[in-house]
């Protein structure tokens, strides 16, 4: 059997291409683990953030440099196109206060189960525990090799993920099948360094388990490195038992390195002279505990207060310089067990950004966090996946159509 189109990967991104196709094919889609959208399930602890509001426009800048270069396909499949999409199909989202947007349900489940219905609709069939070996290229055919047959298609399409979170499947094996193949009808694409994005950081001494769940809704972050001041930023900082965390540190770790010395500042935008003259105006006028005359004029929480003071002595400069430019050294951004994306992958200049096909090789697609672009926490890189996917299925639908056109012509 020849299949019009065989997709690599049965995860966000591989996903939605199956379930966009806007008429029915003959398509196949080879899953390396036994169930089928793992980590889309484990998105938004389960209620998954599917996007984000606003303008599209304002995207771009939420992929980083490589931002610019897959503006052709948020825009066409952008934000509202994928609420559309998920309206249509009996999944309605809302709009939390801080722009994420999620299914009315708040159930990742409803959003997986949807797809797989429309892409059995589509005409996909999924076969699972079939991880991708070879690819091979027969003039205009692609052969697919498992671990336990091979397959032939028309149209094939990459959506095997990055490294993060190898026990959900995306261990990055299928960097090794597209990028370190010698033969001529192999295709061998170029890799940008891969390493974990949007995960923890983990810093030596760390204070703050017994404080694990605060959170600061806008705090600063410095990045030092070798005494020179790498990037900054500000945002929600979150304690965990173990480590940092929250969108603040998730968006920055991917350019954390060990040994850095990270600065934290839980009043931003306010400096320590400022927080200094408030100290010392509370401690001037002292007519209850310390701790509750700070929380009361700063708005933090007493038992982060408590930890702050007792390390402190009460001194007032000590807790200016604690809470305006608290000084950690990095042991290790947390791995990809942890993280939430890859960045790295397949360079984007081996893709035409506009429909994801490689500009080598006609027929191959490569989608979602397996290229070399990830986005920052709050609905960026589902909706990448989903943007990229809809670009690729509306390509392969063209051009078998078209061929399908030729083929009633003689």
């Not at 966009?20 to 089928?36: D, M, R, S, V, W």
């Not at 801080?98 to 349900?105: A, Q, T, V």
């Not at 490294?163 to 033969?183: C, M, Y």
């Not at 070399?372 to 990448?384: C, E, K, R, S, V």
Request: net charge positive; proline share 4%; glycine share 8%.
């Amino acid at each position: 059997m020849i299949y019009d189109c065989i997709i690599v990967g049965a995860g966000a991104s591989g996903l939605f291409c199956s379930a966009a196709f806007p008429t029915e094919i003959n398509g196949l889609i080879l899953e390396k683990t036994k169930k089928p959208g793992t980590k889309l399930l484990m998105s938004g602890a389960g209620q998954c953030n599917i996007t984000h509001s606003g303008s599209i426009k304002n995207f771009i800048s939420m992929y980083g440099k490589n931002g610019s270069k897959i503006r052709s396909c948020l825009y066409k499949y952008n934000n509202l196109h994928l609420q559309d999409f998920l309206c249509k199909n009996d999944v309605p989202t809302w709009e939390r206060e801080d722009g994420k947007i999620f299914p009315k349900s708040m159930r990742a489940k409803d959003i997986r189960d949807m797809l797989l219905r429309k892409g059995r609709e589509n005409g996909f069939s999924i076969l699972y525990n079939s991880s991708v070996t070879s690819i091979v290229q027969h003039n205009s055919l692609w052969q697919v090799c498992t671990n336990a047959d091979s397959y032939l298609c028309k149209n094939l399409v990459i959506a095997a993920g990055g490294r993060s979170f190898p026990q959900t499947g995306s261990d990055g094996s299928i960097f090794k099948v597209l990028t370190e193949n010698q033969k001529e009808d192999q295709p061998r694409l170029d890799l940008a360094p891969l390493r974990p994005a949007l995960t923890p950081v983990n810093v030596a001494s760390y204070p703050y388990s017994n404080l694990s769940g605060i959170s600061f809704k806008n705090a600063g972050l410095s990045i030092w490195r070798n005494g020179k001041l790498c990037t900054r930023g500000n945002g929600p900082l979150l304690f965990t038992h173990e480590n940092f965390s929250g969108p603040l540190i998730l968006n920055f770790s991917k350019v954390i390195t060990k040994n850095d010395k990270i600065v934290l500042n839980y009043l931003y935008p306010s400096e320590k002279t400022e927080i200094l003259d408030k100290i010392n105006y509370v401690m001037q006028n002292r007519n209850k505990q310390l701790i509750n005359l700070l929380a009361n004029e700063l708005k933090l929480p007493k038992s982060f207060l408590k930890e702050v003071i007792a390390v402190t002595c009460e001194k007032p400069k000590a807790i200016a310089e604690k809470l305006t430019a608290d000084t950690f050294t990095v042991t290790s951004p947390g791995g990809y067990q942890k993280a939430m994306v890859t960045a790295g992958g397949i360079a984007l200049s081996e893709i035409n950004c506009k429909t994801m096909e490689c500009s080598r090789y006609p027929g191959l697609f490569i989608i979602g966090e397996v290229l070399d672009i990830d986005g920052a926490t709050g609905g960026y890189n589902l909706q990448f996946a989903y943007s990229s996917a809809c670009a690729a299925s509306n390509t392969i639908n063209y051009t078998l159509e078209n061929q399908l056109l030729k083929l009633n012509k003689i």
